[in-house]
């Protein structure tokens, strides 16, 4: 049998392969492409979907974050590249979650002065705050 899968007898095509004779084309048991020149010719066009950024992404504005205007690493894209495409289409920008950038955060916070040699973060690893011993010997009150 010709055209039925294993372990199945429901045939694998909706109709036998047809045989085709054109003058000046080879022949063979299924249909072949059309070629011109050195390019494949399309016998069927097939609309390709654009991907568009939807107004109320335009709309929503470019920062990143609401307390930084620029990307904070080379392999982040800006925001109004990012969000582009169908899984943007029905979302209304203005009510998602604006997280703030951490690194601006972090930046923000003050230099904690500390007496001793060894410190502690209660964060996770390297979590940035700045700390600096303050040293008895050298502190002047002016």
Known sequence: MVGVRALSSKPIFSQEPILRDRKGQPEGDFIRPQIEGDHLVA????????????????????????????????SQRPKSMAMRGPRFEQTNMPLQPASLSAMELINNEPIRMVTKRVVSCDGGQACGIRYQKEDKKFHYVP
Do not use: F, L, R
């Open 43 to 74: 016998t069927k066009e097939t609309p390709i979907a654009e991907p568009k950024t939807p107004p109320s992404v335009k709309d929503y504005g470019v920062q990143q974050a609401p307390n930084y205007a620029q990307t904070w690493s080379p």
